[in-house]
């Protein structure tokens, strides 16, 4: 027996199902491929062969048969021989490997042939069944002369295995067959196929030529390490609806076919944003690649290093190829980088020069991607500079060499510093846009505004216990500068929870404690608290000056202690208090504190102050406007220094348009 079927089938990784079927087409199409370019050479195969497939279905729509006629040379004494032998090496320089007749035996239980060959000037038919359990594989063998009919084969797979059954759709086969056959098509040498399932006949030479554009070539002279070797590598557009696996990709070939799966490089590039909607395909061949293609077409032999340098090979001619595109995305890459670089300046001290940065990274990459690549750089920077600091510290006394190293150092971090300054500038000039925003109005038909506790998160979050330089925790510089320095404050916790002896569940807005970073003992340094008000309240709840100092009763006489108890303040009888209310000053708020002990009204007219001596108290009251306009002038100079408009300027202008469209969304 010249097959060992079931041994072999067995340790050979074979498809089953739906690709078996696919598969089975792919490999008798080939044979007849191969059969035409018998008969008129490969350069004519496209002009003179022709090729039918006709898929048989049941009533359920899997597949009864299968049956692939070809015009080519037919089954002549050699090439009958070659397929009754396993591995035959007759058709093995141009890629012919006997796999697809095991695919056959293992999908389906007949298979018939009938061919007619010329032989000594006369035709001869010779038909039979192919059965590779048996001794003698050929079975049923005829053979007659035959000059009416025309020269060619026809293959017929039938009786599917009941564990094989598989379906296939119209839109499937003829995509899957595109891409398997896309090489040949490319190269010209593809004979006209014709493909019939249920009556209905698709010619795939102009499904491909329909959604291709026309390839062009390139040649790369590579050193796989055996000697120089040409790669050749057809570059096109194709339609994206072609095949999933074929867009966006680049193909290996052997000996004119598919080998393995494509490789997809539509992520590295971004090639879905491809002009016009098209993707891209590169078909690689070689004829290094022919000779080192495996026995099932999955793959190639090739060592680690030759498998680096085909891949470095081939994506430096689609790079090349694909010029235009990525010079776009590049464009868009350095405008994402200088829009990050605005944002977070401390970035800023890992770019030397955008062009470069742009040119390195990769052409894919996305403002996060591109975000995160430079925040990772600052942090190795940042490590590595700590390091470089900790090899100074040892060292007894500095050397003139170890001097420099160490200037050097002082202005990488100077410089650092500078960038890193820049980063707070800019968030503090986002939060006073985004403050600017939160006091209009919150629903503009009802003319209703945030509640109070959107503009307490903002300036600190609320329900929470702070220490003393958790600066990043809050933007307390928005009211006073100096509040980030108290050693202890909470926002909106119950007086009880800080004073344990007190009952009260009363919750100031934000409480501060020790001015100065640290308590001090047997000193009364002053207590702030803050109250904010809903911003737009043309009546108050309740009577701001009246709610503050009913806080300083409550505190009064009480021991303040941290979430592990240990005591932050001792609040006596002589403890100053400063109270700080942030509100809208409407006309009855106005007319409501000028009959309060906060009666005094600011120079700029936007605040009023006031003492209360029984409480050792001071009042103070500003509206939100000015509350904000002072921040934008306390930190202008740094505004102005990094080119940032006016925050207040700048809400107003993204209030307008966010008007204007909800004005043009209702007209």
């Known amino acids: 027996m010249k097959f060992d079927v079931l041994g072999r089938i067995n340790n050979m990784?074979?498809?089953?199902?739906?690709?078996?079927?696919?598969?089975?087409?792919?490999?008798?199409?080939?044979?007849?491929?191969?059969?035409?370019?018998?008969?008129?050479t490969e350069e004519l195969a496209a002009e003179l062969g022709t090729v039918s497939v006709n898929i048989d279905v049941d009533d359920e729509g899997d597949v009864k048969s299968i049956t692939v006629r070809d015009n080519g040379v037919g089954f002549n004494a050699e090439n009958l021989d070659?397929?009754?032998?396993?591995?035959?090496?007759?058709?093995?320089?141009?890629?012919?490997?006997?796999?697809?007749r095991f695919i056959w035996i293992k999908l389906f239980e007949v298979i018939n042939v009938d061919s007619v060959f010329e032989f000594d000037g006369t035709k001869k038919k010779v038909s039979f069944r192919f059965d590779p359990e048996h001794s003698e594989s050929i079975r049923d063998f005829t053979e007659?002369?035959?000059?009416?009919?025309?020269?060619?084969?026809?293959?017929?797979?039938?009786?599917?295995?009941?564990?094989?059954?598989?379906?296939?759709?119209?839109?499937?086969?003829?995509?899957?067959?595109?891409?398997?056959?896309?090489?040949?098509?490319?190269?010209?040498?593809?004979?006209?196929?014709?493909?019939?399932?249920?009556?209905?006949?698709?010619?795939?030479?102009?499904?491909?030529?329909?959604?291709?554009?026309?390839?062009?070539?390139?040649?790369?002279h590579v050193d796989f390490g055996d000697g120089a070797t040409e790669l050749f590598i057809d570059h096109l557009f194709v339609n994206p609806s072609i095949s999933t696996a074929l867009r966006n990709a680049y193909l290996l070939t052997a000996h004119g076919r598919l080998v393995g799966d494509p490789v997809s490089i539509e992520r590295k590039?971004?090639?879905?944003?491809?002009?016009?909607?098209?993707?891209?395909?590169?078909?690689?061949?070689?004829?290094?690649?022919d000779e080192r293609v495996d026995?099932?077409?999955?793959?190639?032999?090739?060592?680690?290093?030759?498998?680096?340098?085909?891949?470095?090979?081939?994506?430096?001619?689609?790079?090349?190829?694909?010029?235009?595109?990525?010079?776009?995305?590049?464009?868009?890459?350095?405008?994402?980088?200088?829009?990050?670089?605005?944002?977070?300046?401390q970035l800023a001290s890992q770019i030397t020069n955008l062009e470069d940065y742009v040119t390195q990274i990769?052409?894919?990459?996305?403002?996060?991607?591109?975000?995160?690549?430079?925040?990772?750089?600052?942090?190795?920077?940042?490590?590595?500079?700590?390091?470089?600091?900790?090899?100074?510290?040892?060292?007894?006394?500095?050397?003139?060499?170890?001097?420099?190293?160490?200037?050097?150092?002082?202005?990488?971090i100077s410089n650092q510093e500078k960038h890193r300054l820049a980063e707070l500038v800019v968030k503090r000039h986002q939060i006073l846009q985004l403050a600017n925003l939160l006091l209009k109005y919150d629903d503009e038909n009802k003319e209703t505004y945030h509640y109070e506790r959107v503009i307490h998160e903002l300036i600190c979050p609320m329900g929470e216990m702070y220490q003393t330089g958790g600066y990043a925790d809050h933007n307390l510089w928005?009211?006073?500068?100096?509040?980030?320095?108290?050693?202890?404050?909470?926002?909106?916790?119950?007086?009880?929870?800080?004073?344990?002896?007190?009952?009260?569940?009363?919750?100031?807005?934000?409480?501060?404690?020790?001015?100065?970073?640290?308590?001090?003992?047997?000193?009364?340094?002053?207590?702030?608290?803050?109250?904010?008000?809903?911003?737009?309240?043309?009546?108050?709840?309740?009577?701001p000056v009246q709610q503050v100092l009913t806080y300083v009763d409550l505190l009064r006489g009480k021991t303040i202690k941290d979430v592990d108890g240990a005591v932050v303040s001792n609040i006596d009888g002589s403890t100053p208090f400063d109270c700080i209310i942030v509100c809208d000053l409407t006309?009855?708020?106005?007319?409501?504190?000028?009959?309060?002990?906060?009666?005094?009204?600011?120079?700029?007219?936007?605040?009023?102050?006031?003492?209360?001596?029984?409480?050792?108290?001071?009042?103070?009251?500003?509206?939100?406007?000015?509350?904000?306009r002072d921040a934008e002038v306390r930190n202008s100079a740094f505004f102005n220094q990094l080119g940032l408009s006016s925050p207040s300027l700048a809400a107003k202008k993204r209030a307008a348009k966010a008007r204007d469209r909800r004005n043009a969304a209702t007209a």
């Open 269 to 289: 590039y971004a090639l879905k944003e491809l002009k016009n909607g098209k993707a891209y395909v590169a078909v690689v061949s070689s004829k290094f690649l």
């Open 295 to 345: 026995q099932e077409r999955l793959g190639f032999k090739l060592t680690a290093d030759q498998k680096e340098t085909l891949e470095d090979k081939i994506l430096a001619a689609s790079e090349e190829f694909l010029a235009d595109h990525i010079s776009n995305l590049r464009t868009q890459q350095k405008a994402t980088v200088e829009v990050i670089l605005k944002e977070h300046p």
């Open 144 to 220: 007659e002369s035959a000059p009416h009919l025309d020269v060619g084969t026809t293959i017929t797979l039938s009786q599917i295995r009941q564990n094989q059954r598989g379906r296939v759709r119209p839109a499937s086969y003829l995509k899957d067959l595109a891409l398997h056959f896309f090489p040949q098509f490319i190269s010209g040498t593809l004979p006209s196929i014709g493909i019939t399932h249920k009556d209905e006949t698709v010619s795939l030479n102009q499904f491909i030529s329909d959604q291709v554009e026309p390839a062009i070539r390139t040649v790369r």
């Open 82 to 100: 070659s397929f009754e032998t396993s591995d035959s090496r007759f058709k093995y320089a141009r890629g012919g490997k006997g796999v697809g």
């Open 13 to 40: 990784r074979l498809p089953d199902g739906k690709t078996a079927v696919l598969y089975s087409v792919y490999e008798a199409v080939s044979n007849s491929i191969h059969a035409i370019n018998d008969r008129f």
């Open 478 to 543: 928005m009211l006073d500068d100096t509040l980030g320095a108290y050693e202890f404050f909470a926002s909106d916790k119950t007086i009880k929870s800080l004073a344990p002896e007190s009952s009260s569940t009363k919750e100031p807005d934000i409480l501060f404690f020790n001015p100065l970073g640290f308590r001090r003992e047997g000193t009364s340094d002053p207590i702030a608290i803050v109250e904010f008000k809903r911003p737009g309240d043309e009546r108050m709840s309740q009577d």
């Open 587 to 628: 006309a009855s708020t106005r007319k409501a504190l000028q009959r309060s002990i906060a009666q005094q009204p600011t120079p700029d007219g936007e605040g009023y102050i006031g003492w209360s001596v029984p409480h050792n108290a001071r009042i103070r009251v500003i509206s939100f406007a000015k509350m904000l």
């Open 362 to 412: 990769a052409p894919s990459m996305d403002d996060e991607q591109i975000a995160q690549n430079l925040f990772v750089l600052l942090y190795r920077d940042e490590k590595e500079l700590r390091k470089r600091i900790a090899q100074l510290d040892i060292l007894d006394n500095l050397e003139p060499e170890v001097r420099e190293q160490a200037e050097e150092t002082l202005k990488e």
